[in-house]
């Protein structure tokens, strides 16, 4: 079957090149790697596209830009020629560029946004449950509590080419302030539209006073973190049959494409150039192959991260020395945080906010790449043994399927730099317990059920057959599925009533990554635990009790669950789920549960459970220090040393606290 309604004209522009085009320095010499102005050459039938030139590596990471807080946002879907560090040509964004601007709300705003498709015909074909209508779209705001029905978050609205739609999303005067995202979520053609970078990052601002000053007070680094994979964009771009070597992609996925997208009348010309990289599954910050990162010694900064990614999860570390504290996960701050972890690790859609301190000497340090993929190994064994070779021919790789090894080593370079009066500020105090928190998120641990638990399978597949009108017709075509039931928007999973707390029995969650829209979920366990794995303990980063809207496991054992709880609060109607992995979900890997009763009902055991809990109609407390202590009150250092008494910089001989953690980053002038 073919999502054009004719083969894509194939056009290659140079001969790839077996070796990078450009004679790059090494990372640690904080010098940027350009590509060659050759390989920067926009097509003449793409010259009248704006081009974003992301083609150098190491380059100083560029902050994302902002929508005005609480204005209205307006967005049109357009193509653009990118330029990147192994492959160029045309793909779709938001208003010129990738991501397109931050969007800032409040709890208690509307947020009235217009999306215009200025995209072109032809539409592709109509095949259900397949890459479809690839010039199609709409958006879905990821990780709100909003309704999912009408002009809010409703995925089954559809904007063809040449029209538009206006939305209207009313959040909550409790709604936890939070860092989300936006994406397309048309089904057929989310996964090509969300892969190719149409993008962007969603806040919910704190209100003031709601945080500690201590965190308030942090300078932000907003990564934006892109899975750009050329061969996943070719295969949803047109031509599927049964993939031969399902652990690469998924049995069903598109196989056999030959260097070309497919959007408008013309074939879109792929140029592998091979510029800095031959890599052409790239793990991106901003739109940026492996950026430089400044930070200052003894400096804590809050980053927030998105993994916009459609296929696979990263695992990544930060260098020894630096202290790593985990604040929030999607979108929702921990009960304990600042919670100690030792790596990250972020699944496809999930997010994560952490504040980093590193006490190093002035130099370049490497973000290391510890594992990427679909899915982690199988069991511990397999966990803890050593797959992928790196740039020195060493396998550096755990908690890794060894069939899907990235050639990638890093994610980013962090410059610690020192300003020659830095001072090491004091660690982070406890805030999680003193957070007003909204009633949506009262533990519901404890909590009688409102309906039968759910129990829920992403594994099988169905044939289908491929219906008239479309080329192929009476033939077969594979669909994935969720309990054995690929997508059908007017059959729902199974049915919660509103105000109830409902279970969700999710087997298998270490293959994909689940998530739910309209309301988040608590994890009341994951069974099949594996514990400490070379140094690092992936428990730590999913404990019993978090809330959050995606959720995968590092291993795969059939014996791996996770029990999900949620509250039906506020919203009735659909409320979508499906796998995080966009091309299943393309495929039909998604449903949809019914919240039945009328809008407005909450779950009264939340006031029971918390009775300090805001309903949707109060707006979030100011924060409450439940342990006061004078002693540690200071939040930030003074920005030059007072004259007396004059303070004195942290030993480099002194380890921070988590320098004492085994690690294998990499430090300045090590190559890894």
């Known amino acids: 079957m073919f999502v054009a309604t004719a083969p894509p004209t194939i056009v290659v522009t140079a001969e790839p090149h077996a070796e990078p085009g450009t004679n790059c320095p090494a990372w640690y010499e904080l010098k940027p790697c350009i590509a060659e102005q050759r390989f920067k050459v926009v097509p003449e039938q793409y010259q ?49 560029m990738s991501p397109s601007p931050t969007i800032h709300v409040r709890p208690g705003q509307t947020l009235k946004l217009t999306l215009n498709n200025q995209l072109q015909e032809p539409l592709g074909n109509s095949i259900h449950n397949s890459f479809r209508f690839p010039n199609n779209t709409n958006i879905h705001l990821h990780g709100l509590h909003i309704s999912g029905e009408g002009t809010s978050d409703n995925t089954l609205v559809n904007i063809p080419p040449g029209n538009q739609s206006t939305y209207k999303f009313e959040i909550a005067e409790n709604h936890m302030p939070g860092t989300h995202w936006n994406h397309p979520h048309h089904h057929g053609s989310t996964a090509l539209q969300t892969g190719s970078g149409v993008v962007s990052m969603l806040m919910v601002d704190d209100p003031y006073g709601y945080l500690p000053k201590q965190i308030e007070l942090l300078p932000e680094i907003r990564m934006m973190i892109l899975q750009l994979d050329l061969g996943v964009l070719e295969s949803a771009a047109y031509n599927i049959t049964a993939s031969s070597e399902p652990e690469i992609g998924c049995l069903g996925c598109p196989n056999g494409s030959a260097g070309a997208l497919y959007w408008g009348d013309q074939g879109q010309h792929i140029e592998r150039t091979n510029a800095v990289t031959t890599n052409t599954d790239t793990f991106l910050i901003n739109m940026q192959y492996i950026p430089v990162i400044k930070v200052e010694r003894g400096k804590w900064y809050r980053m927030r991260m998105v993994l916009a990614s459609i296929s696979e999860g990263i695992i990544f570390r930060v260098p020894d020395g630096c202290d790593l504290e985990l604040l929030a996960k999607d979108g929702i701050y921990l009960d304990d945080a600042p919670r100690s972890v030792d790596a990250i690790f972020l699944h496809p859609g999930s997010r994560a906010d952490v504040a980093i301190r590193c006490d190093l000497e002035e130099g370049a340090y490497s973000m290391d790449i510890i594992s990427t993929g679909q899915h982690g190994p199988t069991n511990y064994t397999e966990a803890s043994q050593y797959f992928c070779e790196n740039e020195d021919g060493i396998k550096d790789r755990f908690l890794q399927d060894h069939f899907q090894c990235n050639p990638q080593p890093r994610l980013a370079v962090l410059h610690v730099v020192d300003s020659g009066s830095s001072i090491q500020e004091p660690d982070l105090k406890p805030f999680g317990v003193g957070l007003s928190r909204p009633c949506y998120v009262a533990d519901t641990r404890n909590a009688p059920l409102g309906a039968d638990p759910y129990d829920l399978f992403f594994y099988q597949t169905k044939n289908e057959t491929i219906p ?104 009735s109607g659909r409320c979508i789920f499906h796998c995080h992995i966009l091309i299943h979900e393309d495929m039909g890997m998604m449903g949809f549960y019914n919240f039945t009763g009328p809008d407005g009902i909450i779950w009264k ?27 540690n009150a200071p939040v930030r250092p003074p920005s030059s040393p007072p004259p007396s008494p004059t303070p004195t910089r942290k030993s480099s001989k002194k380890k921070s606290k988590s320098s004492k953690k085994k690690s294998k980053s990499s430090k300045s002038k090590q190559k890894n």
């Open 468 to 571: 008239e009108g479309n080329p192929g017709a009476g033939g077969n075509y594979t669909t994935l599925t969720v309990n054995g039931q690929a997508f059908d928007p007017n059959k729902p999973n199974t049915a919660f009533p509103m105000g109830t707390v409902n279970q969700i029995n999710f087997y298998g969650v270490g293959k994909h990554p689940y998530h739910q829209h309209v309301t988040p979920f608590q994890i009341v366990n994951i069974t099949g635990r594996i514990g400490v794995v070379n140094g690092l303990d992936p428990d730590i980063w999913y404990k019993d009790g978090d809330w959050g809207d995606t959720i995968e496991y590092v291993v795969t054992d059939q014996e791996t669950s996770a029990t999900l709880r949620f509250a039906t609060d506020s919203y």
């Open 605 to 631: 055991g939340a006031k029971i459970v918390n009775p300090q809990c805001r309903l949707p109609t109060s707006a979030l407390l100011p924060y409450t220090d439940p342990t006061p202590n004078p002693t």
């Open 48 to 96: 009248h596209l704006i081009a974003l030139d992301k083609s150098t590596m190491y380059a100083p990471l560029t902050p994302l830009p902002d929508f005005p807080q609480g204005s209205d946002i307006n967005l049109h879907l357009d193509m653009i020629y990118y330029i990147g560090p192994s492959w160029s040509g045309p793909i779709a964004a938001w208003n010129g």
